[in-house]
C-alpha cells in the first residue's frame, strides 16, 4: 500500500540547508525549470467542502464527490496498515462503508502530510529555488508513492506553479502501474512557509479522467495557508 514518507521530507529539509543562501539569491531567470500556465485564478464552486487539515496549518476545498477518511470507518478499519490521523485522507465519495471486494471499483484520493522544520528552514511562500540539487529527492518522494507494489511508466516531470495570491507550489506529475491492470496519474505538490512543509498528493486511476477532472486537478489551486 502507498504511504506518505516523512523521513524524505526530512532529507529535503538537510538537504536544502546546505544550498539555503544560494537558493535565496537564484534569479527565477537562472531556473532550468520555470513557472508555467496554471488556473490560479480557479473559484471555489459553492458545492465544495472546506477543511482545515495538517493539524490547522492550512486548508484546501475538495469537490462533493470525494469524502474525508475517518479512524472509525469501515473501510478505513480493514486497510492493511496503520491508520495515521497526521495525514488528511480524501477518497472518493461511499468509499468509507464500502465492503469488500467492492473498493476497487473507482480510485481517487487527495492526501495532505507536512514536516515541521525551523524558522528558516524553508523559502517563503512566494520564493522559488532552482532545482538542481533536488532531483534526487523528488524521484524519492515518487517511489514513495509507487511502493513495493507498483511500477512508473515515464519518467517524472516537475516545475514551479502559481497557486494563487503570488504563492508557489513545485509540481511534480507522474504514471505510474495500478492495481487489476489499470493505471493510475499521480501529482505530487510542494508547498513552503519558512518552517513547514506541505506535500499534497492528488491521484485518480486514469481510465476515469472523465469523472475526476478537472475537479482534482483544481484542489490545489484552493490551498490556503491559516497560520
Not at 531556473?31 to 464552486?45: A, E, L, R
Amino acid at each position: 500500500m502507498v504511504m506518505n514518507n516523512k523521513f524524505l521530507f526530512g532529507i529535503f529539509l538537510h538537504k536544502y540547508k546546505k544550498v539555503i543562501i544560494f537558493a535565496f539569491y537564484i534569479a527565477l531567470t537562472a531556473c532550468n525549470v520555470s513557472t508555467k500556465g496554471n488556473n490560479s485564478q480557479f473559484v471555489i464552486p459553492e458545492s465544495w467542502i472546506t477543511y482545515t487539515v495538517c493539524d490547522n496549518y492550512c486548508s484546501i476545498s475538495v469537490p462533493s464527490t470525494l469524502e474525508l477518511r475517518n479512524e472509525d470507518d469501515y473501510y478505513t478499519r480493514h486497510l492493511p496498515y496503520e491508520y495515521d490521523p497526521s495525514v488528511n485522507v480524501f477518497q472518493q465519495k461511499g468509499l468509507a462503508n464500502t465492503e469488500l471486494p467492492n473498493v476497487d471499483e473507482h480510485y481517487c484520493r487527495v492526501m495532505m502530510s507536512y514536516y515541521i522544520g525551523d524558522k528558516g528552514d524553508f523559502p517563503s511562500p512566494t520564493e522559488e529555488f532552482a532545482f538542481n540539487d533536488y532531483y534526487a529527492i523528488f524521484d524519492e518522494l515518487v517511489d514513495a508513492q509507487t511502493g513495493d507494489y507498483y511500477s512508473l511508466l515515464e519518467a517524472p516531470t516537475y516545475r514551479w506553479i502559481d497557486i494563487g495570491n503570488k504563492n508557489k507550489a513545485i509540481e511534480i506529475n507522474y504514471r505510474r502501474t495500478g492495481n487489476k491492470g489499470n493505471v493510475t496519474n499521480g501529482t505530487i505538490y510542494l508547498l513552503c512557509n519558512r518552517d513547514i512543509l506541505v506535500q499534497m498528493v492528488v491521484a485518480y486511476r486514469e481510465s476515469e479522467a472523465e469523472l475526476w477532472l478537472p475537479d482534482v486537478q483544481n484542489v490545489i489551486y484552493t490551498f490556503k495557508w491559516e497560520k
